[in-house]
């Protein structure tokens, strides 16, 4: 299913739900973050998805890592909540969701990066090779905030 992000764009369609999701901050030993390259925008962003019913929150982000990267994690902390009204995601259904993201820090414990139906490549990038890549202005957000360690996390 395609999908077209709009941000702060007064002609996008209005929002027609509101999906709890989770994206995942996580690096290696060598400082890097886990990037995927999305199949349905090309887009670059942090391995994420939306919460299944009976999970905690953790749990999807454990579980949409896993699916998108080939990469297990353990949750550490939060590194913020992206609640932006004026960025929606159109999909080609039809559905119209504002942005409501909870982005999770974690820790790496094992794996390799490995492609899957979500996810065209997937690497970990070092923080000075971000500007060569493209990443919508609200998932860069997130991953300079991640980068920051900001002691409390982000809220907006």
Known sequence: MARTEHFNNPQAPKPN????????????????????????????????????????????????????????????????????????????????????????RATYIAGEPTMSDESSAVQWVPQEGLNSLSIHPSMRLRIDHGFERRPDPYIG
């Open 17 to 104: 739900s509101i999906v709890v999701a989770v994206t995942v901050f996580v690096q290696d030993a060598e400082d890097r973050v886990l990037l995927i390259q999305r199949t349905d925008n090309g887009l670059w962003a942090l391995p994420g998805g939306a919460q299944d019913f009976g999970e905690y929150i953790a749990e999807t982000a454990v579980r949409e890592t896993r699916e998108e990267t080939g990469i297990e994690v353990e949750v550490t902390g939060v590194v913020g909540i992206y609640t932006n009204p004026n960025h929606v995601v159109e999909y080609s259904d039809g559905e119209v969701r504002q942005q409501f993201s909870i982005c999770l």
